[in-house]
């Protein structure tokens, strides 16, 4: 994915340099042969499930074949690229009742952990982590198999599935709204708590609607690194 780009450290530069490498050098192997699917364009995800459930690494490491359920055409790479595309989009949409949505007013999506009760099996998430393994593992591989990750996930989440930790300096584009109205404004004045008479409470998204919790007053016994 194009975002794992955008940390600016070595270690996130190397870390694509190795995988990108080692992928490469497995192509010749993994790629040989190639796999039908039949794929129902109305049931997109559950059709996907469905034909992929019993692969493994080498399975996925290997060419598709797309076939639509009640459409002509032969796959020479164009209905397998529209596919991916589609799949993503549906997995990697913005909605509160789906797998993934934003936070606040940013179009960065993650992880929903409100969502509605289709989605609530972990082998949706399990699906979509395939499918990004596939566009990343194509584009690997050169030419025409190069296939973009139609999503753009929040830079929290990106840190996560790379190993980093998360830091507040994320939430500029996860969250521009909380970030500016209380991450940026805590950061860049100095704080005395006990004069400010200052609350924190803890905020989340649920159904796009910002929940809080019960007020505890700021002070002594209640200090935030930032």
């Known amino acids: 994915h194009r975002d794992l780009h955008s940390f600016p450290t070595r270690r996130s530069s190397d870390l694509v340099k190795f995988f990108t490498q080692e992928l490469r050098n497995a192509r010749e192997d993994k790629m040989r042969l ?13 059709s996907s499930l469905a034909a992929t459930k019993n692969f493994g690494v080498k399975e996925w490491c290997k060419k598709f074949k797309i076939q639509f359920e009640g459409e002509e055409g032969s796959d020479d790479g164009g209905l397998r690229r529209e596919w991916l595309n589609l799949l993503c989009c549906k997995l990697f949409e913005n909605n509160p009742d789906g797998l993934f949505c934003c936070m606040g007013n940013s179009r960065l999506v993650h992880p929903n952990p409100n ?36 999503g753009r996930f929040s830079r929290s989440f990106l840190a996560q599935i790379i190993g980093f930790p998360v830091q507040t300096k994320y939430f500029e584009q996860d969250d521009p709204e909380f970030y500016l109205g209380k991450v940026k404004y805590l950061r860049e004045n100095d704080m005395d708590a006990d004069s400010m008479d200052l609350t924190f409470t803890e905020e989340v ?18 200090r935030s690194r930032w």
């Not at 989605?119 to 025409?144: D, I, N, P, R």
């Open 34 to 46: 190639f796999i039908g699917l039949r794929i129902d364009r109305n049931n997109l995800v559950e």
């Open 205 to 222: 998204y649920a159904k796009g609607v910002l929940v809080r919790s019960e007020e505890r007053r700021v002070g002594k016994e209640c």
């Open 115 to 150: 969502r509605s009760s289709r989605w609530v099996h972990l082998k949706y998430y399990e699906l979509a982590g395939k499918v990004v393994a596939k566009c990343l593992f194509e584009t690997a591989c050169g030419g025409h198999y190069k296939q973009s990750v139609n």
